[in-house]
């Protein structure tokens, strides 16, 4: 595949995207942790939920490189999933991604950001630490496979600093 390094753009998602989602979603996890197009759409429809792409160049169009889905709830907020297609990680996708969620949940009026990941993932724990989250729990057996999950949170404050683009240190 011809991939493009360009400018990554983190834009809502629309219905139409749901089986691209699935895809990037089935390359990026476990067979027993994938969503397919009708469970993203059941939880696109639930109060709160809101979904962004990452669009980035290949094979001289646009396509679905990552997306993420985030439930606001009064004033926290919840990463449900976060998945970059493997052909297009390592370009910032995943920050561009949670600075895009930072933004929204801040507008929706979320004070806190919470979010699980696997304690193994050492990736996805360099990333959100990296984005200002730190572990506040764990959550045992958590997952189909009886690994556990890391119980990351933050405060919300805007994504990047709009002069610098520097990633803030809570």
């Not at 606001?72 to 991604?97: H, K, N, Q, S, Y």
């Not at 990736?123 to 572990?135: K, V």
Request: aromatic share 6%; no cysteine; hydrophobic share 50%.
């Amino acid at each position: 595949m011809n991939v493009a390094t360009g400018p990554v753009v983190a834009v809502p998602a629309a219905m139409a995207d749901l089986p691209a989602l699935a895809r990037v979603h089935a390359a990026s996890f476990a067979p027993d942790q994938q969503w397919d197009a009708p469970a993203l759409e059941t939880l696109l429809a639930m109060p709160g939920v809101a979904l962004g792409v990452a669009m980035a160049q290949a094979g001289g169009r646009q396509v679905v490189a990552g997306f993420i889905m985030v439930r606001t709830v009064l004033d926290e907020a919840e990463i449900l999933t976060l998945a970059v297609d493997p052909a297009f990680r390592r370009r910032g996708l995943a920050r561009a991604l949670l600075s895009w969620m930072v933004d929204m949940a801040a507008g929706q009026g979320a004070a806190r950001l919470f979010l699980e990941v696997g304690v193994d993932n050492t990736a996805a724990l360099a990333l959100y630490r990296d984005a200002g989250f730190d572990g506040v729990g764990r959550r045992r057996g958590y997952y189909p496979d009886g690994s556990d999950a890391q119980v990351m949170a933050r405060d919300v404050t805007p994504a990047r600093d709009a002069e610098s683009g520097a990633w803030p240190t809570l």
